[in-house]
């Protein structure tokens, strides 16, 4: 079954990252358009091809928001003084996490200077090297306004920037007005319809959305963590229930994607150690809605169903909706009991992480309130060492893979002196 379309896989990664800071998204898609007609006009790739590469330029500063999250606000200087960071990581989590590793390091080297690129074995080297041209053209043109000429950045042709790259890029200003149709908007839809000649089977279309996983750890570390353990434990509880195998795909990336809208709350909110204020915690109870807003669009609506329900229950005390039991699916009331046992597991800000016992006496109490469905916590009870090490297992390739991608960094930032 398809959950979710090739275009719409890029669109969901976009969105994702445009509710932690709009504006570096925002910029990301100016400059894959600028990319993008460059290399239109270039021919030298195929439709599929520029969807690919358009992807990746407007992902270009994913690694910003792992390691810049701080100075997200003052994009030029860290664009021209402290850009090697998360060129790094931007690098890293694609090479890694993504179906395209062959195209990480045009994020490693946009920021590169063109002297020094153009003596690299690196098949994609004319990609990086237009990136840079462009970002640097939006980044100046946004900032200058009226007072931006792009002939400023002339005095670089061959040495900073491709000289090649910035004449091309005058002669598709020239020919298709790139500056007006940004500030028109048009360009949106040039983009839109290169997307479509996306491409991804199956595994990749998993791939990326693992990666959306790994994406809320440029939020907090700890989310990884303990999504990955939700779906391990989904997928345990789901298997002790004889759920048909389809019904466990749907149940998989639903459990995946839960928590996307997390990214959407301030950090400091989620990690205070005091009780929340009523206005506080309804900002809290927002992000299922704004997953659901996110994935809607874009994912099956099985799949979206389950992330909407999460915080529902039996009962109806349950959010945004107050379903009841007979309103909600099997799937829906697993994921509900797992996201509460994961929640139980793992230290809050106020407190500490709870034993098995406390964790199965609050189960059974919410269950004699019909709070949560007696059939899954029973499972969840009766199997509970059984399931923990079945998650220690299966979660430990999934938390292997983060800590290579941080290992990684720590050694090839300590290379570059960062």
């Known amino acids: 079954m398809e959950y979710i379309k090739s275009k719409d896989i890029f669109l969901l990664v976009r969105d994702t990252l445009k509710i932690v800071y709009p504006r570096l998204m ?137 000289d090649d790259g910035l004449f091309l890029f005058y002669k598709c200003e020239d020919k298709y007005g790139m500056f007006e149709k940004i500030r028109s908007g048009a360009y949106l839809k040039e983009l839109d319809d290169i997307i479509e000649y996306m491409i991804f089977n199956n595994e990749d279309k998993k791939k990326f959305l693992e990666m959306l996983m790994y994406c809320q750890g440029f939020f907090r570390s700890e989310m990884v963590v303990e999504t990955a353990m ?78 909407l329900a ?21 799937e829906q009331k697993i994921l509900q009991v797992t996201d509460m046992v994961v929640a139980l597991l793992h230290k809050r800000s106020y407190r500490k992480p709870l034993p098995k016992e406390k964790i199965v006496a609050i189960l059974e109490e919410k269950t004699s309130r019909n709070v949560l469905k007696r059939q899954v916590v029973s499972v969840v009870v009766q199997s509970y060492d059984k399931i923990m090490s079945r998650i220690g297992e299966e979660s430990a390739q999934i938390l292997r893979m983060y800590e290579t991608l941080n290992k990684q960094y720590e050694l090839i930032s300590k290379k570059y002196n960062i």
């Open 230 to 307: 939700a779906v391990c434990i989904s997928e345990e509880i789901a298997r002790e229930m004889s759920l048909p195998q389809q019904k466990r795909e749907i149940l998989h990336y639903g459990t995946l994607l839960h928590d996307i809208g997390m990214l959407s709350i301030p950090r400091e909110l989620i990690e205070t150690p005091r009780k929340l204020e009523p206005k506080e915690a309804k900002l809290v109870k927002t992000h299922v809605e704004t997953a659901g807003k996110i994935l809607g669009p874009r994912m099956k609506k099985e799949v979206v169903d389950i992330v």
């Open 310 to 330: 999460h915080h529902e229950r039996c009962d109806g005390s349950g959010y945004p909706r107050q379903l009841t039991d007979s309103q909600m699916s099997t």
């Open 26 to 162: 925002k910029h990301g898609s100016r400059v894959a358009y600028m990319v993008y007609t460059m290399l239109r006009e270039e021919g030298k790739y195929e439709e599929f091809e520029l969807a690919d590469m358009v992807m990746v330029a407007t992902l270009h500063d994913i690694g910003a928001y792992k390691t810049e999250r701080d100075k997200l606000g003052e994009i030029l200087r860290y664009e021209s003084k402290d850009c090697m960071a998360h060129s790094i990581y931007g690098y890293l989590f694609f090479k890694y996490l993504s179906p395209v590793p062959d195209l990480a390091k045009v994020i490693m080297y946009h920021h590169t200077d063109y002297d020094r690129l153009k003596q690299m074995n690196y098949s994609y080297k004319d990609v990086a090297a237009y990136i840079n041209i462009a970002e640097k053209m939006d980044h100046y043109s946004t900032a200058l306004g009226d007072k931006f000429e792009m002939g400023m950045f002339q005095k670089y042709a061959g040495t900073k920037l491709s």
